[in-house]
C-alpha cells in the first residue's frame, strides 16, 4: 500500500477489536503511528503489539474528560503530533423505550456521542497549523433502525450532527471532519444484537461485510486524497439500504 499517513500520528477509539483493529492497522499499514486507544487496557497493548511498528495500546474511558486528554496528551509525547482521530469507540444496549433507564441512556450516549465530542475537542486544541481530519463512525441506525435501541440509534444521529458542526468550526482550522456508517458488519456486535437471535430481524449473508471494509473507507477519508471531503456521510453497508 502507499503511504498515506507517513509521518502522521493517528488515535484509533475501540480499537482493541473488531472494526477498531482493523482501522487501526489499516491506517499503520499505509504509514501512520497508532494510539489503539480502549477501555481495556491489555486488549489494547496486545493489539498494538499486533501491530507492530509505531503503534501504542492506551486505556482511555472515552467518556471521562481527564483520560481523554491524558490519551492525547501521551500520542503526542510519543509521536510528536495529532494528525487523525477515528472516533469508533461504540456501545449498544437492547430494551424497549418504556424500560431503559436514564442511567442505561447516559451510559450509551457517553460512550457513543459525548466520547467523541471529547476527542473533537482535544482535536481542534492540538492539531497543527497543518490541520487534520476527523472521522466518527457511526452507523445506518442514525437513519434506519429497529425496534429496542433507541440510545444507539439517537446516539449515532447525533454523531451525524456533531460531525457537520465541527466540520463548519474545523474549515479555518484546515479540521476536515466526515462519517461512515456501517451496515451489518462481521464483529461480536452484530452477532449478539438480540434482534438477530431471535430472528426478528433477519441478514442476508451478502449483506454483511468485513471490519476492513469500514477500514478502507475510514482510510480514505482521513487521507489527504479526500482533502475537499468534509461534513459528509458515506454509507458502508454493501447497499442494504438501497433495497425497498
Same mark, same amino acid.
Given at each position: 500500500?502507499?503511504?498515506?499517513?507517513?509521518?502522521?500520528?493517528?488515535?484509533?477509539?475501540?480499537?482493541?477489536? =473488531?472494526?477498531?483493529?482493523?482501522?487501526?492497522?489499516?491506517?499503520?499499514?499505509?504509514? *501512520?503511528?497508532?494510539?489503539?486507544?480502549?477501555?481495556?487496557?491489555?486488549?489494547?497493548?496486545?493489539?498494538?503489539?499486533?501491530? =507492530?511498528?509505531?503503534?501504542?495500546?492506551?486505556?482511555?474511558?472515552?467518556? %471521562?474528560?481527564?483520560?481523554?486528554?491524558?490519551?492525547? *496528551?501521551?500520542? &503526542?509525547?510519543?509521536?510528536?503530533?495529532?494528525?487523525?482521530?477515528?472516533?469508533?469507540?461504540?456501545? #449498544?444496549?437492547?430494551?424497549?423505550?418504556?424500560?431503559?433507564?436514564?442511567? %442505561?441512556? /447516559?451510559?450509551?450516549?457517553?460512550? %457513543? /456521542?459525548?466520547?467523541?465530542?471529547?476527542?473533537?475537542? @482535544?482535536?481542534?486544541?492540538? #492539531?497543527?497549523?497543518?490541520?487534520?481530519? &476527523?472521522?466518527?463512525?457511526?452507523?445506518?441506525?442514525?437513519?434506519? !433502525? +429497529?425496534?429496542?435501541?433507541?440510545?444507539?440509534?439517537? *446516539?449515532?444521529?447525533?454523531?451525524?450532527?456533531?460531525?457537520? !458542526?465541527? +466540520?463548519? @468550526?474545523?474549515? @479555518?482550522?484546515?479540521?476536515?471532519?466526515?462519517?461512515? /456508517?456501517?451496515?451489518? &458488519? $462481521?464483529?461480536?456486535?452484530?452477532?449478539?444484537?438480540?434482534?438477530?437471535?431471535?430472528?426478528?430481524?433477519?441478514?442476508?449473508? %451478502?449483506?454483511?461485510? +468485513?471490519?476492513?471494509?469500514?477500514?478502507?473507507?475510514?482510510?480514505?477519508?482521513? +487521507?489527504?486524497?479526500?482533502?475537499?471531503? !468534509?461534513?459528509? !456521510?458515506?454509507?458502508? $453497508?454493501?447497499?442494504?439500504?438501497?433495497? /425497498?
Amino acid at each position: 500500500m502507499s503511504g498515506r499517513f507517513n509521518g502522521k500520528c493517528a488515535i484509533v477509539t475501540g480499537a482493541a477489536g =473488531g472494526i477498531g483493529e482493523a482501522i487501526a492497522a489499516r491506517l499503520a499499514g499505509e504509514g *501512520a503511528a497508532v494510539v489503539l486507544a480502549d477501555l481495556r487496557r491489555q486488549a489494547a497493548e496486545d493489539a498494538a503489539a499486533r501491530l =507492530g511498528g509505531d503503534a501504542m495500546g492506551v486505556a482511555c474511558d472515552v467518556a %471521562d474528560a481527564q483520560q481523554v486528554e491524558a490519551c492525547v *496528551a501521551s500520542a &503526542i509525547e510519543r509521536f510528536g503530533s495529532l494528525d487523525v482521530v477515528v472516533n469508533n469507540a461504540g456501545l #449498544m444496549t437492547f430494551n424497549r423505550i418504556a424500560d431503559f433507564s436514564q442511567e %442505561d441512556w /447516559l451510559k450509551v450516549l457517553k460512550v %457513543d /456521542l459525548v466520547g467523541a465530542a471529547l476527542f473533537t475537542r @482535544e482535536a481542534f486544541r492540538h #492539531m497543527g497549523p497543518g490541520g487534520g481530519s &476527523i472521522v466518527n463512525v457511526a452507523s445506518i441506525h442514525a437513519l434506519q !433502525t +429497529s425496534p429496542e435501541a433507541a440510545p444507539y440509534a439517537a *446516539a449515532k444521529a447525533g454523531l451525524l450532527s456533531l460531525t457537520r !458542526t465541527t +466540520s463548519i @468550526e474545523g474549515k @479555518e482550522r484546515q479540521i476536515r471532519a466526515n462519517a461512515v /456508517l456501517p451496515g451489518a &458488519i $462481521d464483529t461480536p456486535m452484530l452477532w449478539d444484537n438480540p434482534n438477530i437471535k431471535s430472528g426478528a430481524e433477519t441478514i442476508d449473508h %451478502d449483506d454483511v461485510g +468485513s471490519p476492513a471494509d469500514i477500514a478502507a473507507a475510514v482510510a480514505f477519508l482521513a +487521507s489527504d486524497e479526500a482533502r475537499f471531503i !468534509t461534513g459528509t !456521510t458515506l454509507v458502508v $453497508d454493501g447497499g442494504r439500504l438501497a433495497k /425497498l
